[in-house]
């Protein structure tokens, strides 16, 4: 048993490291993400102050690209803030102080899908491999101890008492089997629903990085200005996050 709760915590630990470290990532990529539409509200507002000297728009005109880079810089400030968090948290399971910044290597860049060849099978080797549901068992078979041999273990309890303590400890059984089925089934459907996800997004960064690299083409060509660029480099942050 002490094997199994061993093994069980060390695969735990190793799953909050990895998910503390994509948390970093992700939050990076909100980081760039924000950091894009910030520098696209402040180029937007230079323009529109160009237009306001030059005679060719109003005060007015110039309210809403204000009103724009002023939310884009909160966005970023925040999106900044909960980048922090992610590193703080990552580096407090692996060891490093909570201002190192360690920067992310292994980045996932393309992704397959699942290959499950039985789902029945493999709710039954997380079955096997419970470590709570080993003590469960082990917690069943006590029980069963009990009641079979009351005097065996100097603990004598009356037999309706030990009977009630069997039922208890097959319903915590039971219960036991069937979260872990539950939670097995559900990971599974979850997982199906991300690939459609990634899917999607994947269609849209192909999307979007084609029509970055015609903006800058047209720009090298002076068929379109820095801000369309600016534009497009913007929407390609935004569909990578």
């Given at each position: 048993?002490?094997?199994?709760?061993?093994?069980?915590?060390?695969?735990?630990?190793?799953?909050?490291?990895?998910?503390?470290?994509?948390?970093?990532?992700?939050?990076?990529?909100?980081?760039?993400?924000?950091?894009?539409?910030?520098?696209?509200?402040?180029r937007a507002l230079v323009v529109a102050r160009a237009r306001y000297n030059a005679g060719m728009a109003t005060?007015?005109?110039?309210?809403?690209?204000?009103?724009?880079?002023?939310?884009?810089?909160?966005?970023?400030?925040?999106?900044?803030?909960?980048?922090?968090?992610?590193?703080?948290?990552?580096?407090?399971?692996?060891?490093?102080?909570?201002?190192?910044?360690?920067?992310?290597?292994?980045?996932?860049?393309?992704?397959?899908?699942?290959?499950?060849?039985?789902?029945?099978?493999?709710?039954?080797?997380?079955?096997?491999?419970?470590?709570?549901?080993?003590?469960?068992?082990?917690?069943?078979?006590?029980?069963?101890?009990?009641?079979?041999?009351?005097?065996?273990?100097?603990?004598?309890?009356?037999?309706?008492?030990?009977?009630?303590?069997?039922?208890?400890?097959?319903?915590?059984?039971?219960?036991?089997?069937?979260?872990?089925?539950?939670?097995?089934?559900?990971?599974?459907?979850?997982?199906?629903?991300?690939e459609e996800k990634i899917g999607a997004q994947e269609a849209?960064?192909?999307?979007?990085?084609?029509?970055?690299?015609?903006?800058?083409?047209?720009?090298?060509?002076?068929?379109?200005?820095?801000?369309?660029?600016?534009?497009?480099?913007?929407?390609?942050?935004?569909?990578?996050?």
């Amino acid at each position: 048993m002490a094997e199994r709760d061993l093994k069980d915590k060390k695969e735990s630990l190793a799953q909050q490291v990895a998910q503390a470290y994509y948390d970093v990532i992700i939050a990076s990529q909100e980081v760039e993400k924000h950091r894009s539409q910030a520098l696209l509200a402040e180029r937007a507002l230079v323009v529109a102050r160009a237009r306001y000297n030059a005679g060719m728009a109003t005060r007015f005109d110039l309210a809403e690209p204000e009103a724009r880079l002023i939310a884009a810089q909160k966005a970023l400030a925040a999106s900044q803030e909960a980048q922090s968090k992610a590193y703080i948290a990552l580096n407090r399971l692996i060891g490093l102080p909570p201002e190192a910044r360690p920067e992310p290597t292994d980045v996932p860049r393309e992704f397959s899908p699942l290959v499950v060849h039985s789902l029945e099978a493999e709710v039954s080797r997380a079955l096997d491999s419970s470590a709570a549901l080993y003590k469960a068992r082990k917690a069943v078979e006590m029980a069963q101890w009990k009641v079979d041999y009351p005097y065996a273990t100097g603990q004598h309890l009356k037999y309706n008492l030990a009977t009630a303590d069997l039922e208890v400890a097959h319903g915590n059984l039971q219960l036991a089997q069937e979260q872990i089925k539950e939670k097995v089934r559900s990971t599974y459907q979850d997982i199906r629903a991300l690939e459609e996800k990634i899917g999607a997004q994947e269609a849209q960064v192909k999307s979007a990085e084609e029509a970055a690299r015609l903006a800058q083409i047209r720009f090298e060509a002076g068929a379109a200005i820095k801000l369309e660029v600016d534009k497009a480099e913007a929407a390609l942050a935004e569909a990578k996050a």
